[in-house]
């Protein structure tokens, strides 16, 4: 299993861009790169998926260098309402199993 | 407005009942899962059903029963639980073999007493 590592907590100041860091070492050629967002009481919701370059979504860009060896999760502009825990997951998909959850990052935003 | 139901969202129970969670996804995937979420810990997978057939069972103790009837219900029963068993339990659903990623229900808050 492809472990991730990434901070425990990071705090910022609504409107500036927030960018997490994830590092997976042992990646495997197959797996993805998957991010989620936690609110509290709730279920994660999934922010954006990519496997290798840069990849962008309406919420947040995801860029992976060519080694494939960490991923860093940008949300430009952040406002109160992102203040959740952000999990970075690696995983092929081809076996549910597969699908591990580490401690996340506590992000905080500040007025 | 997530595609994953669970019922009821909050249980409240004591050592010697009986409960059932359950869990319902409308987004036509193949796989389920059953996490367990205790206070300030990461999710752990506890149960995973592939095509209605359990193929993940992460030591879990016997007081909790999985049961998949269709591809697009879950439910995990209860019983003769422990104080430690209260969390929140969360239900998720995905298309296996495709890199989609999990779906997840709001969950359970569970409290034993």
């Known amino acids: 299993l492809a472990k991730t590592t990434q901070p425990i907590s990071m705090d910022s100041y609504e409107g500036q861009e927030v960018n997490i860091t994830c590092s997976h070492n042992?990646?495997?050629?197959?797996?993805?790169i998957t991010w989620y967002q936690q609110f509290p009481s709730q279920g994660p919701r999934f922010i954006i998926q990519?496997?290798?370059t840069k990849v962008t979504n309406e919420v947040a860009s995801l860029f992976i260098p060519a080694d494939r060896k960490s991923s860093t999760l940008s949300l430009p502009r952040v406002s109160l309402s992102d203040t959740a825990v952000y999990y970075c997951?690696?995983?092929?998909?081809?076996?549910?199993?597969?699908?591990?959850f580490g401690s996340g990052t506590r992000l905080s935003i500040r007025p | 407005e997530t595609g994953v139901t669970q019922t009821p969202r909050h249980l409240v129970m004591g050592m010697t009942n009986k409960k059932s969670l359950k869990c319902e996804q409308h987004l036509g995937h193949n796989a389920m899962y059953w996490y367990k979420q205790s206070a300030k810990k990461p999710l752990e997978l506890m149960f995973v059903?592939?095509?209605?057939?359990?193929?993940e069972n992460n030591s879990v103790p016997s007081r909790f029963s999985p049961e998949c009837p269709n591809s697009s219900h879950l439910f995990l029963h209860l019983h003769t639980l422990q104080p430690e068993d209260s969390a929140l339990y969360l239900c998720a659903s995905s298309q296996e073999s495709s890199g989609s990623p999990l779906h997840f229900g709001n969950g359970t808050r569970l409290t034993v007493t």
């Open positions: 059903y592939s095509l209605e057939e359990r193929v």
């Open positions: 990519g496997y290798k």
């Open positions: 997951l690696v995983g092929g998909y081809s076996s549910a199993s597969k699908i591990i």
């Open positions: 042992n990646i495997a050629t197959n797996d993805y």
